[in-house]
């Protein structure tokens, strides 16, 4: 079978062939070679799993060669369709990350304490339209952040310790939050006296609630309380939210994609966001050319409510909104911290 060198990519000619009749493991085995595995979003993205390459010229004529063939050689039909699902797999993987199917994919998160956090969710097979259903890169970022703004930010301290309203616990609330990623790693870091509402689009909240259950066992350590809801940010609330049921802090990842989602964001802001003196908005997004105007409209329009950058800095992820050839896509990504500007 095959062994080479790690570092040296295989040629397709290389792979068993099909008119040698390999056996039923050896293509199951080559097949397995040929997986593309989600990226881990790591900063150390080059993680990429240990295994020889293999030059993606020519891949796909020999995956599609297994799939039209009868593999009458072969002892089973199991078998047979074993490798029949296994190519077909491998062909999807390399029609882009939409084509994958559902998957639960492993994040890590640092911890206050210094501790690593390991959540897990699960994303659906994509469609076009729902963005929800996947876990994108700025939200991995703004997850591995959360713990140094709870040292930084003072809204963040537990309510015991926070003079300005000893009588509740902190309430949070999260806008778009597609598989959960930030919301459940700020309920896994944050202690007891908490709560955060983890909210999306109708048909993305059913995935959300999954993901808050897969990781209960995480999620009971902290004590901090979870729930999951729609939010439609273009959609005025109705009743207004009273003072007591507004948030102390508002999370928001990756939420730009539209040019009329500024104004629903701010709006949504408006309606949500405590006007108490440690009252935050933390959002992270990546610096995509296209959608700058929608970057300055957003300053601009929180700048108009009141509110002002209390920290922001850059840093780059790598998505895994990717092609075959498994290099990793950097992305650049801005961070913000905002509070109420005459409270500063
Ligand atoms: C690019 S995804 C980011 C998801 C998640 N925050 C992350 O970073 O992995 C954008 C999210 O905004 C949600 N969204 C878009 N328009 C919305 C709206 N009008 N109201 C509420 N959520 C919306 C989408 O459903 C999706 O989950």
């Known amino acids: 079978m095959i062994s080479a060198d790690p570092d040296e990519p295989l040629h397709v000619l290389d792979l068993p062939q099909i008119h040698t009749k390999p056996s039923g493991t050896d293509i199951l085995r080559t097949l397995d070679l040929l997986a593309i595995k989600p990226r881990s979003f790591s900063s150390s993205a080059h993680e990429a799993v240990k295994r020889p390459a293999v030059q993606p010229a020519g891949v796909t004529r020999y995956l599609t060669s297994f799939i039209s063939s009868s593999l009458s050689w072969l002892d089973t039909d199991e078998l047979r369709e074993a490798v029949w699902d296994a190519a077909a797999a491998r062909l999807s993987e390399r029609s882009g990350r939409t084509a994958m199917p559902a998957m639960s994919r492993v994040f890590t998160i640092p911890s206050p304490l210094g501790e690593e956090l390991t959540l897990t969710l699960h994303e659906p097979s994509l469609t076009a339209d729902n963005l929800g259903m996947k876990t994108w890169v700025s939200s991995y970022l703004l997850a591995r952040r959360l713990h140094t703004l709870l040292e930084s930010t003072p809204q963040l301290i537990p309510p015991a310790l926070n003079t300005s309203k000893p009588d509740r616990s902190l309430r949070a609330l999260e806008l778009g939050a597609g598989t959960g990623l930030v919301g459940l790693s700020f309920a896994a870091i944050k202690d007891t006296s908490a709560s955060i509402h983890l909210t999306d689009l109708p048909e993305i909240v059913p995935n959300l609630s999954h993901n808050a259950a897969l990781n209960v066992e995480l999620l009971t350590k902290t004590g901090t309380a979870v729930t999951t809801g729609v939010l439609d940010w273009s959609v005025p609330p109705a009743p207004l939210p009273t003072q007591a049921e507004q948030y102390d802090l508002i999370l928001a990842a990756d939420p730009l994609y539209s040019p009329k ?48 950058v209390v920290e922001e800095g850059e840093e780059t992820g790598y998505d895994d909104w990717e092609t075959a050839d498994g290099g990793a896509l950097a992305v650049r990504c801005w961070w913000s911290v905002w509070g109420w500007s005459e409270k500063l």
């Open 261 to 308: 989602h500024p104004a629903w964001l701010v709006d949504t802001i408006t309606h949500w966001l405590s006007r108490s003196l440690d009252a935050r908005v933390v959002f992270e997004m990546p610096l995509r050319d296209a959608y700058l105007p929608q970057r300055q409209e957003l300053r601009q329009r929180l700048g108009q409510l009141g509110l002002a």
